[in-house]
C-alpha cells in the first residue's frame, strides 16, 4: 500500500498507540467466481479515501480525529485457508489491543476470519449480515472458506441477521433462519424491517457489509451485481439506528471490485466507511479517554480470553 495514512490524515492521529480505531486491509481474491479484482479493492478504496472531505456534516464532526491506525495489510493467499486464519490472528491481536477493529477487503471470504475473531472476543455476538447474496453455503467448490461459505459458520455461532438479500441457492433454504433475514423484495413494500430487525439483535453487534447490498445503479463496480439493491440514505439511516441503539464491536467492507473508468463506487466505499466510524464516534469528544464507549464493554469480557495467546 502506497497510502502511508488513512485518508491522509495527519501522523499524530495515525499511531497505532493514540487511536482507537484500527482499519486493516486485507487484498484478497482467491475464491470469486464471476469478475476477478476485489483484491485490488482495498487501495482503491484508500486511494478515494484521500480525496473525501472530513468533515462530516450530519454529525458534525471529525471522527479521524478519534485515531485511525492503517495496519499493515494481510497478504497471506497461499490458500482460502491459510488467508481467514490470518485475518482471524490479526483482527484479535487489534482487538486484544482495545482498538475498534475495522477491515477492508478483498472478497467476501475475509469475513470468515474477521467473524470468527469477534465472535471469540464478544459474548453473545449479533452478525450483521448486509448483502445482496445468502452466502450460506457450508462449503463450495472444495472449500469452506469460499466466498459463498462467507456467513455459514456465523450462522452456526453467532445471531445472525441477513438484510438486503435477493439472491441464493435453494439449498442455503436449509440452513437460513426465515424470522431473521429481510429480503430485498419485502424490504421495498415495508419499512417496518429497520426495527424489526434491531429489535432480534443482542448487545453486541459486528456488521459485514458486502458492498452488492447497495443496488448496481449507485455501486456498479462489485464482482457480482445484483438489481433491487439498497440506495444510499435508506442504508445510512439503518445504520445509524444500529449505532446508536446497540454496541457495534467493529465492521468489514468487502466485495469492492474497482474498475478505472468508473470511481464512483469507489469514492461511495470510502464515505460508507467513513459514515460508519462516524455513527460510531459521534458522541464521544476528542477529549473523552473511550472509557464509557469501547474500553467498558471490553473490560466486561471474561478475563480467560485474553490469555489463551500471550504472543500478542
Not at 475473531?117 to 469460499?146: Q, W
Not at 466485495?255 to 460510531?280: G, R, V
Request: glycine share 4%; proline share 4%; hydrophobic share 35%.
Amino acid at each position: 500500500m502506497n497510502t502511508k495514512t488513512y485518508a491522509g490524515i495527519p501522523q499524530e492521529f495515525a499511531k497505532l498507540e493514540q487511536a482507537k480505531i484500527v482499519l486493516i486491509p486485507v487484498p484478497y481474491d482467491g475464491t470469486s467466481t464471476w469478475q476477478k479484482g476485489a483484491d485490488k479493492g482495498p487501495q482503491a478504496f484508500l486511494e478515494a479515501s484521500e480525496n473525501m472531505e472530513l468533515y462530516d456534516i450530519e454529525t458534525d464532526t471529525e471522527v479521524y480525529r478519534q485515531g485511525v491506525y492503517l495496519a499493515a495489510p494481510v497478504t497471506e493467499n497461499t490458500s482460502a485457508e491459510t488467508m481467514v486464519e490470518a485475518v482471524h490472528q490479526t483482527t484479535k491481536k487489534y482487538i486484544k489491543k482495545n482498538k475498534f477493529v475495522t477491515l477492508f477487503g478483498g472478497e467476501h471470504s475475509i469475513s470468515i476470519g474477521s467473524i470468527r475473531a469477534f465472535n471469540e472476543m464478544f459474548p453473545g455476538l449479533t452478525v450483521l449480515h448486509i448483502d445482496a447474496h445468502a452466502d450460506l453455503r457450508k462449503s463450495y467448490e472444495g472449500s469452506s472458506c469460499n466466498h459463498a461459505c462467507a456467513v455459514y459458520e456465523a450462522s452456526q455461532t453467532a445471531n445472525l441477521i441477513q438484510v438486503g438479500i435477493r439472491s441464493m441457492d435453494i439449498k442455503e433454504k436449509s440452513v437460513m433462519d426465515l424470522d431473521k433475514t429481510y429480503f430485498a423484495h419485502d424490504m421495498a413494500t415495508d419499512d417496518s424491517w429497520t426495527d424489526a430487525a434491531i429489535d432480534q439483535m443482542t448487545d453486541n453487534v459486528f456488521i459485514t457489509f458486502d458492498l452488492d447490498a447497495f443496488d448496481p445503479s449507485i455501486v456498479p463496480s462489485t464482482g457480482t451485481p445484483e438489481p433491487g439493491g439498497l440506495l444510499w440514505y435508506e442504508t445510512l439511516e439503518f445504520l445509524k439506528q444500529v449505532f446508536e441503539e446497540k454496541n457495534v464491536v467493529g465492521f468489514d467492507i468487502v466485495e469492492l471490485c474497482p474498475n478505472p473508468n468508473e470511481k464512483s463506487s469507489d469514492f461511495l466505499a470510502a464515505k460508507l466507511y467513513y459514515k460508519m466510524l462516524s455513527y460510531k464516534f459521534m458522541n464521544v469528544n476528542e477529549e473523552d479517554d473511550f472509557d464509557n464507549t469501547y474500553e467498558a464493554e471490553y473490560n466486561k469480557r471474561s478475563t480467560s480470553k485474553f490469555i489463551e495467546d500471550d504472543n500478542y
